[in-house]
DNA sequence: AGCTCGCCGTGACACCTGTCATCGAGCCAC
DNA sequence: GTGGCTCGATGACAGGTGTCACGGCGAGCT
Protein backbone atom coordinates (compact mmCIF):
# COMPACT_ATOMS: atom_id res chain seq x y z
CA UNK A 1 0.00 0.00 0.00
CA UNK A 2 1.50 3.37 -1.22
CA UNK A 3 0.55 6.08 1.25
CA UNK A 4 0.25 9.56 -0.89
CA UNK A 5 -0.23 12.70 -0.23
CA UNK A 6 -2.21 15.55 -2.35
CA UNK A 7 -1.48 19.20 -2.85
CA UNK A 8 -3.65 21.44 -4.88
CA UNK A 9 -5.67 24.51 -4.46
CA UNK A 10 -9.08 23.80 -6.51
CA UNK A 11 -10.56 21.55 -3.98
CA UNK A 12 -12.84 19.92 -6.52
CA UNK A 13 -9.87 18.84 -8.29
CA UNK A 14 -7.79 17.50 -5.09
CA UNK A 15 -11.02 15.22 -3.99
CA UNK A 16 -11.54 14.22 -7.88
CA UNK A 17 -7.86 12.99 -7.83
CA UNK A 18 -8.34 11.28 -4.61
CA UNK A 19 -11.10 9.55 -5.73
CA UNK A 20 -9.19 8.36 -8.69
CA UNK A 21 -6.29 7.32 -7.14
CA UNK A 22 -8.53 5.06 -4.74
CA UNK A 23 -9.96 3.18 -7.13
CA UNK A 24 -6.13 1.24 -7.40
CA UNK A 25 -6.21 -1.13 -4.89
CA UNK A 26 -2.29 -0.68 -4.23
CA UNK A 27 -2.77 3.09 -3.24
CA UNK A 28 -3.97 4.93 -0.85
CA UNK A 29 -4.52 9.06 0.07
CA UNK A 30 -3.91 9.51 3.43
CA UNK A 31 -3.44 13.44 3.20
CA UNK A 32 -4.84 16.60 1.33
CA UNK A 33 -3.93 20.03 1.63
CA UNK A 34 -4.65 23.41 -0.48
CA UNK A 35 -1.52 25.31 0.70
CA UNK A 36 2.53 24.48 -0.52
CA UNK A 37 3.28 25.39 2.95
CA UNK A 38 1.33 22.90 4.57
CA UNK A 39 2.74 20.10 2.77
CA UNK A 40 5.62 19.31 4.53
CA UNK A 41 3.56 19.25 7.93
CA UNK A 42 0.92 16.87 6.43
CA UNK A 43 3.48 14.73 5.14
CA UNK A 44 5.44 14.34 8.49
CA UNK A 45 1.86 13.66 10.28
CA UNK A 46 0.83 11.55 7.73
CA UNK A 47 3.72 9.59 6.61
CA UNK A 48 3.11 9.88 3.25
CA UNK A 49 5.82 8.21 0.76
CA UNK A 50 4.57 9.96 -2.29
CA UNK A 51 3.70 13.50 -2.21
CA UNK A 52 1.51 15.03 -5.70
CA UNK A 53 2.00 18.75 -6.18
CA UNK A 54 0.41 20.89 -8.22
CA UNK A 55 2.74 23.92 -8.79
CA UNK A 56 0.17 27.22 -8.68
CA UNK A 57 -0.70 27.03 -4.88
CA UNK A 58 -1.12 30.09 -2.17
CA UNK A 59 1.59 29.99 0.37
CA UNK A 60 4.33 27.86 -1.44
CA UNK A 61 4.70 26.70 -5.11
CA UNK A 62 4.85 22.98 -5.67
CA UNK A 63 8.61 23.01 -6.66
CA UNK A 64 9.72 25.33 -3.65
CA UNK A 65 7.61 22.63 -1.06
CA UNK A 66 9.26 19.33 -3.25
CA UNK A 67 12.35 21.27 -2.12
CA UNK A 68 11.42 21.83 1.25
CA UNK A 69 10.68 18.04 1.60
CA UNK A 70 13.53 16.57 0.22
CA UNK A 71 15.41 19.08 3.18
CA UNK A 72 12.44 18.00 6.03
CA UNK A 73 11.27 14.47 5.08
CA UNK A 74 14.24 13.03 2.65
CA UNK A 75 12.65 9.48 2.63
CA UNK A 76 9.46 11.38 0.78
CA UNK A 77 9.36 11.56 -2.85
CA UNK A 78 7.58 14.49 -4.49
CA UNK A 79 5.84 14.23 -8.26
CA UNK A 80 4.65 17.22 -9.24
CA UNK A 81 1.43 17.05 -11.36
CA UNK A 82 0.80 21.21 -13.03
CA UNK A 83 -1.48 22.51 -15.73
CA UNK A 84 1.21 24.03 -17.44
CA UNK A 85 4.40 22.10 -18.77
CA UNK A 86 7.00 25.12 -19.19
CA UNK A 87 10.31 23.66 -19.87
CA UNK A 88 12.38 25.83 -16.83
CA UNK A 89 8.95 24.32 -14.26
CA UNK A 90 10.75 20.91 -15.57
CA UNK A 91 14.64 21.70 -14.92
CA UNK A 92 13.69 23.56 -11.45
CA UNK A 93 11.87 20.68 -10.33
CA UNK A 94 14.27 17.89 -11.00
CA UNK A 95 17.15 20.48 -9.46
CA UNK A 96 14.29 21.23 -6.24
CA UNK A 97 14.50 16.86 -5.73
CA UNK A 98 11.19 16.08 -7.49
CA UNK A 99 10.82 12.71 -8.85
CA UNK A 100 8.70 13.15 -11.44
CA UNK A 101 7.11 15.99 -13.45
CA UNK A 102 3.25 15.36 -15.42
CA UNK A 103 0.82 17.86 -17.05
CA UNK A 104 -2.80 17.66 -16.52
CA UNK A 105 -3.04 16.67 -20.50
CA UNK A 106 -1.96 13.37 -19.89
CA UNK A 107 -4.73 10.32 -19.76
CA UNK A 108 -5.93 9.33 -15.87
CA UNK A 109 -4.88 5.96 -16.36
CA UNK A 110 -1.37 6.65 -16.43
CA UNK A 111 -1.47 8.37 -12.72
CA UNK A 112 -1.32 5.46 -11.06
CA UNK A 113 1.30 4.26 -13.30
CA UNK A 114 3.36 6.89 -12.69
CA UNK A 115 2.78 7.14 -8.98
CA UNK A 116 4.45 3.39 -8.63
CA UNK A 117 7.19 4.44 -10.77
CA UNK A 118 8.07 7.24 -8.46
CA UNK A 119 7.49 4.79 -5.49
CA UNK A 120 10.05 2.63 -7.02
CA UNK A 121 12.53 5.22 -7.26
CA UNK A 122 12.36 6.02 -10.46
CA UNK A 123 12.18 9.04 -12.78
CA UNK A 124 8.94 10.16 -14.34
CA UNK A 125 9.44 12.85 -16.49
CA UNK A 126 6.53 14.28 -19.87
CA UNK A 127 9.52 13.15 -23.00
CA UNK A 128 8.57 15.99 -24.72
CA UNK A 129 8.97 18.38 -21.92
CA UNK A 130 12.56 16.91 -21.38
CA UNK A 131 13.81 17.31 -24.37
CA UNK A 132 12.71 21.08 -24.49
CA UNK A 133 13.99 21.55 -21.40
CA UNK A 134 17.40 20.75 -22.60
CA UNK A 135 17.58 22.76 -25.54
CA UNK A 136 16.07 26.07 -24.19
CA UNK A 137 18.80 25.53 -22.02
CA UNK A 138 18.82 27.09 -18.05
CA UNK A 139 17.39 30.44 -17.76
CA UNK A 140 19.71 33.36 -18.96
CA UNK A 141 18.37 36.25 -17.09
CA UNK A 142 19.66 37.58 -14.18
CA UNK A 143 18.25 38.57 -10.64
CA UNK A 144 17.10 41.58 -11.10
CA UNK A 145 15.73 41.17 -14.50
CA UNK A 146 13.26 38.36 -13.63
CA UNK A 147 11.97 40.23 -10.63
CA UNK A 148 11.13 43.27 -12.88
CA UNK A 149 9.55 41.04 -14.92
CA UNK A 150 7.64 39.37 -12.91
CA UNK A 151 6.38 42.89 -11.52
CA UNK A 152 5.81 43.68 -15.23
CA UNK A 153 3.40 40.45 -16.11
CA UNK A 154 0.61 42.50 -16.18
CA UNK A 155 1.82 45.66 -18.15
CA UNK A 156 2.31 48.05 -15.02
CA UNK A 157 4.01 51.73 -16.49
CA UNK A 158 7.67 51.40 -15.71
CA UNK A 159 7.56 54.11 -12.73
CA UNK A 160 5.09 52.20 -11.32
CA UNK A 161 7.59 49.25 -11.43
CA UNK A 162 10.36 51.76 -10.51
CA UNK A 163 8.80 52.80 -7.09
CA UNK A 164 8.08 49.33 -6.07
CA UNK A 165 11.32 48.04 -6.30
CA UNK A 166 12.66 51.26 -5.17
CA UNK A 167 14.68 52.03 -8.61
CA UNK A 168 15.47 54.87 -10.44
CA UNK A 169 13.18 54.70 -13.93
CA UNK A 170 15.94 54.74 -16.18
CA UNK A 171 17.58 51.79 -14.28
CA UNK A 172 14.15 49.44 -14.79
CA UNK A 173 13.94 50.81 -18.56
CA UNK A 174 17.94 49.26 -18.54
CA UNK A 175 16.76 45.87 -17.05
CA UNK A 176 13.65 45.64 -18.90
CA UNK A 177 15.71 46.16 -22.34
CA UNK A 178 18.35 43.51 -21.56
CA UNK A 179 15.43 41.18 -20.80
CA UNK A 180 13.71 42.19 -23.79
CA UNK A 181 16.79 40.91 -25.94
CA UNK A 182 17.12 38.00 -23.92
CA UNK A 183 13.66 36.78 -24.81
CA UNK A 184 13.97 37.79 -28.50
CA UNK A 185 10.82 40.23 -27.70
CA UNK A 186 10.14 43.82 -28.57
CA UNK A 187 7.91 44.98 -25.92
CA UNK A 188 8.54 44.24 -22.22
CA UNK A 189 4.94 42.67 -21.96
CA UNK A 190 5.63 40.22 -24.73
CA UNK A 191 9.32 40.05 -22.97
CA UNK A 192 7.18 38.62 -19.59
CA UNK A 193 4.68 36.98 -21.28
CA UNK A 194 7.81 34.50 -23.25
CA UNK A 195 9.59 34.23 -20.26
CA UNK A 196 6.41 32.86 -18.01
CA UNK A 197 6.10 30.26 -21.11
CA UNK A 198 9.53 28.99 -20.40
CA UNK A 199 9.31 29.07 -17.06
CA UNK A 200 12.06 31.35 -15.93
CA UNK A 201 9.80 33.43 -13.84
CA UNK B 1 -29.56 6.82 -12.63
CA UNK B 2 -28.58 10.14 -13.51
CA UNK B 3 -26.77 10.01 -16.63
CA UNK B 4 -23.34 12.82 -16.95
CA UNK B 5 -21.06 14.03 -19.69
CA UNK B 6 -17.72 15.35 -18.37
CA UNK B 7 -16.45 18.28 -20.79
CA UNK B 8 -13.04 19.37 -19.69
CA UNK B 9 -9.67 19.78 -21.53
CA UNK B 10 -7.20 18.41 -18.84
CA UNK B 11 -7.55 14.80 -19.31
CA UNK B 12 -6.52 13.61 -16.15
CA UNK B 13 -8.82 16.27 -14.46
CA UNK B 14 -11.61 14.92 -16.57
CA UNK B 15 -11.03 11.06 -15.69
CA UNK B 16 -10.68 12.37 -11.75
CA UNK B 17 -13.78 13.23 -11.71
CA UNK B 18 -15.32 10.76 -13.44
CA UNK B 19 -13.81 8.65 -10.73
CA UNK B 20 -15.42 11.17 -7.98
CA UNK B 21 -18.81 11.50 -9.68
CA UNK B 22 -18.99 7.12 -10.01
CA UNK B 23 -18.62 6.76 -6.57
CA UNK B 24 -22.11 7.93 -6.27
CA UNK B 25 -24.52 5.17 -6.55
CA UNK B 26 -26.86 7.38 -8.54
CA UNK B 27 -24.94 8.87 -10.51
CA UNK B 28 -23.14 7.58 -13.93
CA UNK B 29 -20.44 9.05 -16.21
CA UNK B 30 -21.73 8.18 -19.64
CA UNK B 31 -19.64 10.67 -21.77
CA UNK B 32 -15.99 12.03 -21.63
CA UNK B 33 -15.06 15.00 -24.13
CA UNK B 34 -11.97 17.13 -24.30
CA UNK B 35 -13.37 19.93 -26.84
CA UNK B 36 -16.16 22.24 -26.54
CA UNK B 37 -16.98 21.57 -30.38
CA UNK B 38 -17.71 17.86 -29.17
CA UNK B 39 -20.32 18.38 -26.41
CA UNK B 40 -23.28 18.55 -28.30
CA UNK B 41 -22.98 15.23 -30.55
CA UNK B 42 -21.47 13.35 -27.57
CA UNK B 43 -24.58 14.56 -25.58
CA UNK B 44 -26.94 13.44 -28.21
CA UNK B 45 -24.92 10.02 -29.26
CA UNK B 46 -25.08 9.37 -25.26
CA UNK B 47 -27.93 10.48 -24.12
CA UNK B 48 -26.88 12.22 -21.31
CA UNK B 49 -29.36 14.45 -19.05
CA UNK B 50 -26.82 16.38 -17.11
CA UNK B 51 -23.61 18.24 -18.58
CA UNK B 52 -20.77 19.27 -16.60
CA UNK B 53 -18.75 22.08 -18.80
CA UNK B 54 -15.51 23.45 -18.36
CA UNK B 55 -15.51 27.11 -19.47
CA UNK B 56 -11.58 27.09 -21.03
CA UNK B 57 -11.64 24.61 -23.94
CA UNK B 58 -10.49 24.29 -27.33
CA UNK B 59 -13.23 24.19 -30.61
CA UNK B 60 -15.91 25.77 -28.42
CA UNK B 61 -16.34 27.12 -24.83
CA UNK B 62 -18.48 25.78 -22.22
CA UNK B 63 -20.64 28.88 -22.33
CA UNK B 64 -21.06 28.47 -26.00
CA UNK B 65 -21.14 24.97 -26.00
CA UNK B 66 -24.13 25.37 -22.84
CA UNK B 67 -25.70 27.39 -25.74
CA UNK B 68 -25.40 25.18 -28.44
CA UNK B 69 -26.99 22.10 -26.26
CA UNK B 70 -30.19 24.40 -25.40
CA UNK B 71 -30.49 24.77 -29.05
CA UNK B 72 -29.87 21.34 -30.16
CA UNK B 73 -31.20 19.05 -27.24
CA UNK B 74 -33.50 20.91 -24.84
CA UNK B 75 -34.17 18.46 -22.53
CA UNK B 76 -30.57 18.55 -21.66
CA UNK B 77 -29.33 20.94 -18.49
CA UNK B 78 -25.93 22.26 -18.36
CA UNK B 79 -23.80 22.78 -15.20
CA UNK B 80 -20.92 25.19 -15.49
CA UNK B 81 -17.54 23.74 -13.55
CA UNK B 82 -14.55 26.43 -13.75
CA UNK B 83 -11.66 27.38 -12.50
CA UNK B 84 -12.62 31.23 -12.68
CA UNK B 85 -15.32 32.89 -10.76
CA UNK B 86 -15.74 35.85 -12.99
CA UNK B 87 -19.00 37.76 -12.39
CA UNK B 88 -18.98 38.08 -16.13
CA UNK B 89 -19.04 34.48 -17.02
CA UNK B 90 -22.19 33.68 -14.59
CA UNK B 91 -24.27 36.18 -16.53
CA UNK B 92 -23.52 35.01 -19.43
CA UNK B 93 -23.50 31.42 -18.54
CA UNK B 94 -26.84 32.21 -17.02
CA UNK B 95 -27.96 33.97 -20.29
CA UNK B 96 -26.49 30.82 -22.38
CA UNK B 97 -29.13 28.84 -20.65
CA UNK B 98 -26.65 27.13 -18.20
CA UNK B 99 -28.96 25.34 -14.77
CA UNK B 100 -25.56 26.31 -13.02
CA UNK B 101 -22.10 28.14 -11.91
CA UNK B 102 -19.89 25.79 -9.95
CA UNK B 103 -16.28 26.83 -9.23
CA UNK B 104 -13.09 24.07 -8.92
CA UNK B 105 -12.74 25.41 -5.41
CA UNK B 106 -15.83 24.29 -3.83
CA UNK B 107 -15.70 20.84 -1.70
CA UNK B 108 -15.81 17.86 -3.78
CA UNK B 109 -18.69 16.33 -1.57
CA UNK B 110 -20.84 19.22 -2.81
CA UNK B 111 -20.43 18.46 -6.68
CA UNK B 112 -22.37 15.08 -6.43
CA UNK B 113 -25.47 17.70 -4.45
CA UNK B 114 -25.04 20.11 -7.55
CA UNK B 115 -25.56 17.86 -10.22
CA UNK B 116 -28.45 16.20 -8.51
CA UNK B 117 -29.90 19.69 -8.15
CA UNK B 118 -29.43 20.96 -11.82
CA UNK B 119 -31.19 16.94 -12.99
CA UNK B 120 -34.14 18.09 -11.20
CA UNK B 121 -34.59 21.34 -12.73
CA UNK B 122 -32.91 23.85 -9.97
CA UNK B 123 -30.73 26.23 -10.51
CA UNK B 124 -26.82 25.91 -8.44
CA UNK B 125 -25.36 29.03 -8.83
CA UNK B 126 -21.92 30.12 -6.60
CA UNK B 127 -24.09 33.23 -4.08
CA UNK B 128 -21.37 35.13 -3.58
CA UNK B 129 -20.74 35.13 -7.70
CA UNK B 130 -24.22 36.02 -7.81
CA UNK B 131 -23.99 38.90 -5.72
CA UNK B 132 -21.14 40.13 -7.83
CA UNK B 133 -22.52 39.32 -11.36
CA UNK B 134 -25.34 41.72 -9.95
CA UNK B 135 -23.62 45.05 -8.68
CA UNK B 136 -21.32 44.75 -11.60
CA UNK B 137 -23.72 44.73 -14.23
CA UNK B 138 -23.90 43.67 -17.91
CA UNK B 139 -20.09 44.47 -19.68
CA UNK B 140 -20.35 47.99 -20.49
CA UNK B 141 -17.98 47.43 -23.91
CA UNK B 142 -18.98 47.90 -27.02
CA UNK B 143 -18.16 45.15 -29.44
CA UNK B 144 -14.79 46.65 -31.44
CA UNK B 145 -13.80 47.37 -27.79
CA UNK B 146 -14.43 44.01 -26.71
CA UNK B 147 -12.56 42.66 -29.55
CA UNK B 148 -9.37 44.97 -29.82
CA UNK B 149 -9.44 44.55 -25.80
CA UNK B 150 -8.73 40.77 -26.27
CA UNK B 151 -5.91 41.52 -28.99
CA UNK B 152 -4.45 43.86 -26.44
CA UNK B 153 -4.36 41.01 -23.54
CA UNK B 154 -0.79 40.32 -24.54
CA UNK B 155 0.56 43.92 -24.58
CA UNK B 156 0.57 43.91 -28.52
CA UNK B 157 1.63 47.40 -29.86
CA UNK B 158 -1.11 49.77 -31.30
CA UNK B 159 0.22 48.91 -34.41
CA UNK B 160 0.24 45.32 -34.60
CA UNK B 161 -3.43 44.67 -33.47
CA UNK B 162 -4.60 47.63 -36.29
CA UNK B 163 -2.86 45.33 -38.48
CA UNK B 164 -4.13 42.52 -37.31
CA UNK B 165 -8.13 43.75 -37.90
CA UNK B 166 -7.59 46.00 -40.40
CA UNK B 167 -8.33 49.58 -38.61
CA UNK B 168 -6.25 52.76 -38.75
CA UNK B 169 -3.95 53.01 -35.79
CA UNK B 170 -6.02 56.27 -34.45
CA UNK B 171 -9.41 54.34 -34.41
CA UNK B 172 -7.61 51.72 -32.48
CA UNK B 173 -6.57 54.14 -29.97
CA UNK B 174 -9.63 55.59 -29.83
CA UNK B 175 -11.47 52.22 -28.94
CA UNK B 176 -8.53 51.03 -26.59
CA UNK B 177 -9.26 54.58 -24.78
CA UNK B 178 -12.74 54.17 -24.24
CA UNK B 179 -11.94 51.18 -23.15
CA UNK B 180 -9.48 52.26 -20.58
CA UNK B 181 -11.99 54.81 -19.83
CA UNK B 182 -14.64 52.37 -18.89
CA UNK B 183 -12.38 50.05 -16.73
CA UNK B 184 -11.38 52.65 -14.83
CA UNK B 185 -7.85 51.60 -15.80
CA UNK B 186 -5.02 53.62 -17.08
CA UNK B 187 -3.35 51.56 -19.74
CA UNK B 188 -4.50 49.23 -22.58
CA UNK B 189 -2.45 46.11 -20.37
CA UNK B 190 -4.79 47.18 -17.34
CA UNK B 191 -7.99 47.53 -18.76
CA UNK B 192 -7.49 44.20 -20.84
CA UNK B 193 -6.42 42.37 -17.37
CA UNK B 194 -10.12 44.39 -15.66
CA UNK B 195 -12.14 43.34 -18.58
CA UNK B 196 -11.12 39.82 -18.72
CA UNK B 197 -11.08 39.26 -14.53
CA UNK B 198 -14.89 40.49 -15.01
CA UNK B 199 -15.65 37.79 -17.82
CA UNK B 200 -16.28 40.78 -20.59
CA UNK B 201 -14.03 39.03 -22.62
C1' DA C 1 -37.33 64.40 -40.53
C1' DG C 2 -34.48 64.86 -36.41
C1' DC C 3 -31.95 62.20 -32.85
C1' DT C 4 -28.88 59.00 -30.65
C1' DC C 5 -25.39 55.66 -30.84
C1' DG C 6 -21.80 52.79 -32.53
C1' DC C 7 -18.05 52.83 -35.67
C1' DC C 8 -14.04 54.73 -38.44
C1' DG C 9 -10.78 58.21 -39.41
C1' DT C 10 -7.46 62.47 -38.85
C1' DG C 11 -4.50 65.61 -36.47
C1' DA C 12 -2.27 67.41 -32.57
C1' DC C 13 -0.21 67.29 -27.98
C1' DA C 14 1.91 65.61 -23.64
C1' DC C 15 3.77 61.75 -21.89
C1' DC C 16 5.74 57.10 -21.70
C1' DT C 17 9.07 53.58 -23.60
C1' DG C 18 13.01 51.28 -25.65
C1' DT C 19 17.71 52.02 -26.95
C1' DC C 20 22.23 53.71 -26.62
C1' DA C 21 26.47 55.83 -24.71
C1' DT C 22 28.63 56.57 -20.53
C1' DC C 23 29.97 56.35 -15.80
C1' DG C 24 31.02 54.42 -11.09
C1' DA C 25 31.02 50.61 -7.48
C1' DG C 26 31.75 46.00 -6.22
C1' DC C 27 33.62 41.31 -7.14
C1' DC C 28 36.37 37.61 -8.96
C1' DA C 29 40.35 35.68 -11.62
C1' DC C 30 44.86 35.96 -13.19
C1' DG D 1 46.77 45.46 -8.91
C1' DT D 2 44.74 45.11 -13.50
C1' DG D 3 41.28 43.48 -16.42
C1' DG D 4 36.74 41.77 -16.98
C1' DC D 5 32.22 41.12 -15.34
C1' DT D 6 27.55 42.46 -13.40
C1' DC D 7 24.64 45.77 -11.26
C1' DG D 8 22.96 50.50 -10.68
C1' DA D 9 22.43 55.04 -12.46
C1' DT D 10 22.05 59.19 -15.64
C1' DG D 11 20.94 61.67 -19.84
C1' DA D 12 19.47 62.03 -24.48
C1' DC D 13 16.81 60.74 -28.47
C1' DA D 14 13.41 58.44 -31.65
C1' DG D 15 9.35 56.35 -31.62
C1' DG D 16 5.15 54.52 -29.30
C1' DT D 17 0.99 55.64 -26.41
C1' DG D 18 -3.19 57.92 -24.29
C1' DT D 19 -6.15 61.83 -24.75
C1' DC D 20 -8.87 65.19 -26.93
C1' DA D 21 -11.41 67.65 -30.57
C1' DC D 22 -13.44 67.11 -34.67
C1' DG D 23 -15.70 65.08 -38.68
C1' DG D 24 -18.25 61.54 -41.38
C1' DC D 25 -21.14 57.33 -42.11
C1' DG D 26 -24.99 54.12 -41.28
C1' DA D 27 -28.69 51.87 -38.27
C1' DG D 28 -32.39 52.32 -35.30
C1' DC D 29 -35.88 55.13 -32.75
C1' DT D 30 -39.35 58.99 -31.89
Not at 3 to 22: E, P
Not at 157 to 180: D, K, M, Q
Request: hydrophobic content about 45%.
Amino acid sequence: MIRLLLADDQALVRGALAALLDLESDLEVVAQVGRGDEVVEAARASGAEVCLLDIEMPGLNGIDAAAALRRELPGTRSLIVTTFGRPGYVRRAIEAGASGFVVKDTPSRQLADAVRRVHAGLRVIDPDLAAESLIDGPSPLTGRERELLTYALDGSPVATIAARVHLSEGTVRNHLSAAIGKTGATTRSEAARIAQDRGWL
